[in-house]
């Protein structure tokens, strides 16, 4: 099966603009989830869809990052405008279920953004 | 959310064994342990998960010590392919992944 899509697959910007990254997960993966990826630390959930609802976004700095999931598909995750501090490796991830068992995630292998 | 334990670093020699160790000693009888890899420049790649039986897959084995408290990952012969940052994480049935720093496991030939 194709796996998790994600473009750009690098993006540099200066501080106060504005970018977006998309993200094409695996057909019929009901589960969309956003990560970020600091250099150096473990992965982040910034945004968790099911279908095209948000499930859980407490750790997405919404004065900035935006996201959406049009038609339970594909996704979109923006911000606007950047800092220094989102210089970060942005991972989509998707999964059929939102439970545990028999259901893991699958990533993407992620935006780099840098933030100059 | 209960918290894992992993050594920052290991090493191995090719085609050895390696042992990879997750201290989880809060962890409550709904969690489950997935251990995810991630090689570099690239996303993090599912390993295995158990809950309190041994489990054996293509990729690895998970041994969970018999009060659940620990548990291992062992890599039956390492490659160079296997070099990644291993993550122990503990996740009950609809909660979300979340990501330690993990163990880097270098494997030399």
């Known amino acids: 099966e194709a796996g998790v899509a994600q473009s750009p697959r690098y993006k540099i910007i200066e501080k106060r603009q504005s970018v977006a990254f998309w993200c094409n997960p695996i057909?019929?993966?009901?589960?969309l989830y956003w990560y970020q990826q600091i250099l150096g630390q473990g992965p982040k959930l910034l945004i968790q869809?099911?279908?095209?609802?948000?499930?859980?976004d407490s750790q997405l700095p919404k004065d900035r990052f935006s996201a959406e999931r049009l038609k339970g598909v594909d996704s979109t995750l923006k911000i606007q405008p950047a800092k220094l501090e989102d210089s970060a490796v942005y991972l989509c991830?998707?999964?059929?279920?939102?439970?545990?068992?028999?259901?893991?995630?699958?990533f993407g292998n992620g935006t780099r953004l840098t933030v100059t | 959310d209960a918290k894992t334990t992993q050594p920052n670093s290991m090493e191995s020699n090719e085609e050895e064994p390696v042992h990879l160790p997750c201290n989880h000693s809060?962890?409550?009888?709904?969690?489950?342990i997935h251990w995810y890899r991630q090689l570099p420049s690239q996303g993090p790649e599912y390993v295995i998960h158990g809950l309190t039986s041994n489990v054996n897959n293509r990729m690895a084995s998970l041994a969970i010590a018999e009060d659940r408290k620990s548990s291992t990952l062992i890599l039956h012969r390492a490659t160079l392919r296997d070099a990644a940052v291993y993550y122990c994480?503990?996740?009950?049935?609809?909660?979300?992944?979340?990501f330690g720093t993990g163990t880097r496991l270098q494997v030399f030939p």
């Open positions: 809060t962890i409550s009888g709904t969690d489950y």
């Open positions: 994480i503990l996740r009950a049935n609809t909660d979300k992944l979340i």
């Open positions: 869809f099911q279908n095209n609802g948000v499930v859980d």
């Open positions: 991830a998707s999964s059929l279920y939102r439970t545990a068992v028999n259901s893991p995630l699958h």
């Open positions: 057909s019929g993966h009901a589960t």
